[in-house]
């Protein structure tokens, strides 16, 4: 079988291997010391998925190489491809995901529904209208280059750099879906999943699977999904996140080209896992079934606040004793105020009777730090 290089070592590096221990893959990855997929390898390379030269040398061990975060030198991934290495993402598709403006420009382009946008170059009053969205281009993760301007003064905690302005949706509904497809031209995609948010951290509270939404909704945001990955030409993964307004319109928000938080229930709740899913299709192996097997909350283990330090897991054994619980825990030695350090998958016979046992286990499991 092919040797598999991963850029990128944290918890969706180190679920990629766990997967891929599965078919006994021969899998390099690329990160810092210490990084969450290290043991779970059979190859761990200390460097700088950034840097130009780590990521050549890096890409010259392997015959296909894929990421599990878009913050990656893309030249360096152009030079590998012209070199004949299988480079999934697509490095142009990459480029234009990596910057949220250019992002944009691409639906626009495909005339893909999205909100209604600007570039500049800096953000200055008399540039925008309030209310609208304000987006570093690029390096926000997690809400953290994302904020709702409602007044002037919102305007001066910003940094001066080139940003992305959207008008401010209505939101009813986010929902997310996962489609993948080879090189074969396979397409698949997973049923949607709908998010409920934390309005103080701006991150992702809970999850669930199956969205509460109509059977046409549905099906047009999978039909939105599958249109997508083609029109990116990619091979692997596409998360897209959307959002479902009070109009009833669907509006692409952004997408991701490799296995996304949005996606880790599927390792319990879906036939195949979106990491499994993702070795195949970078392989070109036929694409594995997306039927649900169980309805799903998926929540997030955060640091809980006002601790910083080594991680300590608190009420373990308690969430272990509740049915249908299934506890993932990245291995991140240090812990934050709503650092991502793992997540649980609930399972149970309705969404409802999930997300009681979810909103339980949000007080009783949590990480902390002595
Ligand atoms: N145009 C918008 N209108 C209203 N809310 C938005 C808009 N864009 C983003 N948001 C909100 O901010 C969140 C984070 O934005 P997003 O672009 O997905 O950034 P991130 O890269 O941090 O995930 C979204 O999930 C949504 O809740
Ligand atoms: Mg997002």
Not at 113 to 129: C, D, H, M, N, R
Not at 337 to 364: C, S, Y
Request: aromatic share 6%.
């Amino acid at each position: 079988m092919k040797k598999i290089g991963i850029l990128g070592g944290g918890q969706l590096g180190k679920m990629l291997c766990l997967a891929a221990a599965d078919w006994d893959l021969e899998i390099y990855v690329l990160d810092t010391e210490g990084s969450p997929a290290q043991s779970y390898c059979k190859h761990f390379i200390a460097g700088d998925f950034n840097n130009y030269e780590d990521v050549v040398s890096f890409g010259f061990l392997v015959d296909i190489l894929t990421i599990e975060i878009e913050h990656v030198n893309v030249k360096a991934l152009k030079y590998l491809e012209k070199q004949g290495i299988a480079v999934h993402p697509n490095p142009n598709a990459l480029e234009t995901i990596k910057d949220k403006g250019l992002q944009k420009l691409f639906y626009q382009k495909h005339k893909l529904p999205t909100s209604k946008f600007q570039l500049l170059e800096t953000i200055t009053e008399g540039a925008v209208s309030l209310p609208c969205v304000w987006k570093s281009r690029s390096g926000g993760y997690d809400g953290k280059g994302v904020s709702v301007l409602k007044t002037a003064d919102d305007l001066k905690k910003l940094p001066q750099e080139p940003c992305l302005i959207e008008e401010l949706v209505a939101i009813e509904k986010e929902i997310a879906v996962i489609v993948a497809r080879n090189e074969a031209g396979q397409v698949i995609a997973y049923p949607s999943v709908e998010m409920v948010f934390d309005p103080k951290a701006n991150l992702l509270d809970y999850q669930l699977c199956p969205s509460n939404i109509s059977k046409t909704v549905e099906r047009k945001a999978q039909n939105l999904a599958k249109q997508l990955i083609k029109k990116f030409k990619l091979c692997g993964l596409l998360a897209v996140e959307m959002f479902l307004t009070k109009n009833g319109e669907l509006l692409i928000n952004e997408v991701a080209p490799r296995p996304h938080n949005s996606g880790h229930h599927t390792i319990e709740a879906i036939e195949t896992s979106q990491f499994e899913q993702h070795l195949r299709a970078i392989l070109n192996l036929p694409l594995g079934s997306t039927l649900m097997r169980k309805p799903s909350v998926l929540l997030n283990l955060v640091g809980a606040e006002g601790y910083t330090g080594e991680a300590v897991v608190d009420g373990f054994e308690k969430a272990l004793n509740t049915e249908g619980v299934h506890v993932h825990l990245y291995g991140k030695r240090i812990t934050k105020p709503f650092r991502k350090m793992g997540h649980v998958t609930i399972l149970d016979r309705n969404v409802e009777k999930a997300v009681e046992k979810a909103l339980n286990l949000k007080d009783t499991l949590r990480i902390i730090s002595h």
